[in-house]
Nanobody, 122 residues
Framework: QVQLVESGGGLVQAGDSLKLSCAAS????????TGWFRQAPGKERGFLAA????????DYADSVKGRFTISRDNAKNTMYLQMNSLNPEDTAVYYC???????????????WGKGTLVTVSS
């Protein structure tokens, strides 16, 4: 079993930056690809970014490429999402996820966190 717990969400203003964390636990966590998804009100959950267990491979949705950066610290079993230049359209619940398939997509997720809310005011 793998448990994922997100933190770092909150209320920020447009143009601000925010860094999310995802703490992972479980004996096999380093065998999973991990990533971030988000779900805005009234919309489907969508892929944002993913990272391989080594950290050498990353993947981003076009909508966040250049603004968001995913990273991973296996020594701390923690994954991060640095978000810059936030705008109100980034308001959503952000989920941490883990899966065994690359690229990491919605249909291949084995574990989900409970999510953390990010609200960007204009």
């Amino acid at each position: 079993q793998v448990q994922l717990v997100e933190s770092g969400g909150g209320l920020v203003q447009a143009g601000d930056s925010l860094k999310l964390s995802c703490a992972a636990s479980g004996s096999t966590i380093n065998s999973y690809y991990t990533g971030w998804f988000r779900q805005a009100p009234g919309k489907e959950r969508g892929f944002l970014a993913a990272i391989s267990w080594s950290g050498l491979s990353t993947d981003y949705a076009d909508s966040v490429k250049g603004r968001f950066t995913i990273s991973r610290d296996n020594a701390k079993n923690t994954m991060y999402l640095q978000m810059n230049s936030l705008n109100p359209e980034d308001t959503a619940v952000y989920y941490c996820a883990g899966g065994r398939n690359w690229p990491l997509r919605l249909y291949g997720i084995n574990y989900w966190g409970k999510g953390t809310l990010v609200t960007v005011s204009s």
